[in-house]
């Protein structure tokens, strides 16, 4: 079965450029999140998708992010325009119906952006 | 917005010996409490899941989770030093939302 697939794997930008990430859930899982992991900390929930719905944005910052999930499948998670701050690694995750309810989430390996 | 709680670390520990890690949870309601465990510079993996009070065993780790005193805990016996990573505590609420990572604990277990 295939993984959850993540590119790029690594992105290096300017201050004020854009940037966008892509991901790939595992076939047939519902629910798909987008994580923030800033070096030395835990991740934190940008985004929560369930199909083609948004549940949970409460954390996304909305005047420069953006995420999409077209048909339910895969996402897109934007930035525009980039800080110094958005350095980190941008973590997708997916899970069944019954999976997130579990906890158990399937990680992808993650985009590691860099803004300079 | 719920919280989790970690013991700062790094934490370190002889090889053979018990690590002991310790979460706490702002929000009374959550119902689903997980470990995960993150290898320096790869993604995190579940470890334990529990939902109930009381202890949770599979193999070498230990969950245990109490409720009323919002803390759940993560042992690990005979520590290795393939055992040597980030832990991180989870919770859930219903329904798959809202799930929020704590900060995390690095664990060194020393040979």
């Known amino acids: 079965e295939a993984g959850v697939a993540q590119s790029p794997r690594y992105k290096i930008i300017e201050k004020r450029q854009s940037v966008a990430f892509w991901c790939n859930p595992i076939s047939g899982h519902a629910t798909l999140y987008w994580y923030q992991q800033i070096l030395g900390q835990g991740p934190k929930l940008l985004i929560q998708f369930q199909n083609n719905g948004v549940v949970d944005d409460s954390q996304l910052p909305k005047d420069r992010f953006s995420a999409e999930r077209l048909k339910g499948v895969d996402s897109t998670l934007k930035i525009q325009p980039a800080k110094l701050e958005d350095s980190a690694v941008y973590l997708c995750?997916?899970?069944?119906?019954?999976?997130?309810?579990?906890?158990?989430?399937?990680f992808g390996e993650g985009s590691r952006l860099t803004v300079l | 917005q719920k919280e989790v709680e970690q013991n700062s670390g790094p934490l370190s520990v002889p090889e053979g010996a018990i690590a002991s890690l310790n979460c706490t949870y702002s929000d009374r309601v959550s119902q689903s409490f997980f470990w995960y465990r993150q290898y320096s510079g790869k993604s995190p993996e579940l470890i334990m899941s529990i939902y109930s009070n009381g202890d949770k065993e599979d193999g070498r780790f230990t969950a245990q989770l109490n409720k009323a005193s919002q803390y759940v805990s993560l042992l690990i016996r005979d520590s290795q030093p393939s055992d040597s990573a980030t832990y991180l505590c989870a919770v859930n609420g219903n329904y798959g939302q809202n799930f929020v990572f704590g900060p995390g604990t690095r664990l060194s277990v020393l040979p």
């Open positions: 995750a997916s899970s069944s119906l019954a999976g997130g309810a579990t906890g158990e989430l399937f």
